[in-house]
């Protein structure tokens, strides 16, 4: 059964929920500044925030190969690294749905595990879901001064129901333009294996959401993804494109001022 704790308004203190985050891969190698942002903004809306001692990763490239003994491995892992805390929080559309949907599914002939991963699945959530439809957060503070374009993951976007969720909380940013497109729920061709397995169709996909956003003329790109953001990020640098790529969490925790994924120092 899921805790449920009344909204939190921001800067309560830490006193609320317990609240374990899943950094997940790509967030660990790539871009630790979207787990710093999630903490942030967790820990301002009232969040006990732990980090535990667990595989960064959700079985997921495993589970989508096939190999279902080794995702079955991993996903025991994650289940006893997040027992005792009322919350899983992850800055990832996929890695949330996979945890919250798929997990359940894995173990459909161990009882005991599946008990264990349903109760896991229960307490799932992405980030953006997780400030919005747990914790109540309507606003956050701080301005944010661009004209923004958001693209939904598809995992986030199919799996979880995310895409109301982040677009509240970018519009509470005062001075922040949100520019919607046509090909918002389009897939942006990175699929984890799909891009691998067929990548002439991933790079048509990718281009055409890149030509998109360019036309939209957002001075940033947002997402709840860092595999779709690094995808997409990519194909506009190499068109020369000056969009900037932030993930969701950097621009709500006001981490915007660096450099952006797939900016070069200098």
């Known amino acids: 059964m899921t805790t449920e704790f009344p909204a939190l308004p921001f800067s309560q203190g830490a006193s609320g929920p317990r609240v374990g985050l899943f950094v997940t891969c790509l967030v660990d190698l790539m871009r630790p500044s979207v787990g710093l942002a999630t903490v942030k903004l967790l820990e301002q809306a009232g969040c006990r925030v732990e980090v535990p001692a667990a595989p960064v990763c959700c079985g997921q490239p495993a589970y989508n190969s096939g190999d279902f003994e080794r995702a079955r491995g991993i996903a025991r892992s994650v289940i006893d690294a997040f027992d ?32 264990r991963a349903m109760a896991l ?25 661009t004209r923004l374009t958001y693209h939904d993951s598809c995992s986030g976007l199919r799996e979880l129901g995310v895409r109301a969720q982040p677009r509240r909380l970018l519009g509470s940013l005062p ?37 998109a956003i360019e036309a939209s003329g957002a001075e940033l790109l947002a997402g709840g993804d860092l595999g779709c953001l690094l995808n997409i990020a990519g194909r506009l640098r190499r068109g020369g494109s000056a969009v900037r790529v932030f993930h969701v969490a950097e621009v709500l925790a006001g981490m915007t001022k660096g450099l952006g994924i797939g900016e070069a120092q200098g």
């Open 84 to 115: 005792g805390f009322d919350y899983l929080v992850a800055p990832s559309g996929s890695c949330a749905g996979m945890i919250r949907v798929h997990y359940p599914h894995l173990f459909e002939e161990y009882p005991n595990w599946r008990a």
């Open 121 to 145: 699945s229960a307490r799932s959530f992405e980030l953006t879901s997780f400030l919005t439809d747990v914790l109540g957060v309507e606003q956050i503070p701080g301005p944010c001064v």
């Open 175 to 211: 001075g922040l333009e949100l520019v919607e497109r046509a090909d918002e729920e389009v897939c942006c061709g990175f699929g984890g294996l799909f891009c691998v397995k067929y990548p002439e169709i991933s790079i048509k996909m990718v281009s055409d959401k890149a030509s």
